[in-house]
């Protein structure tokens, strides 16, 4: 069960490498599917699951927080410039 929360965040791997903005963005949507389950979670169970789950929520934020943050900065990758001239 555990591998199969983890694959969605295979998805953004190559945009992230490449820096491209659209996968920043549509990264901080993806994280908040994690941030839900761990609020959910967070409530509902006790002891170990509870602190997991709250780290959850914890890692969620902090990701989501640098995603935006590097989509508001309006990095791209650089162009490749021709030649001509």
Known sequence: ????KA??????IFGVMRK?????QWTSM????YFAEG????????G????LALTEVLLS???F?????YSRTGHEPEARTSASG
């Open 30 to 33: 993806l994280v908040l599917a």
């Open 20 to 24: 491209s903005r659209y996968t920043y």
């Open 7 to 12: 694959v969605p965040l295979v998805f953004p």
């Open 48 to 51: 170990l699951a509870r602190s």
């Open 1 to 4: 069960m555990l591998a199969l």
């Open 61 to 63: 934020v902090i990701c």
């Open 65 to 69: 927080s640098l995603v935006v943050a």
């Open 39 to 46: 609020a959910v979670r967070g409530f509902a169970e006790q």
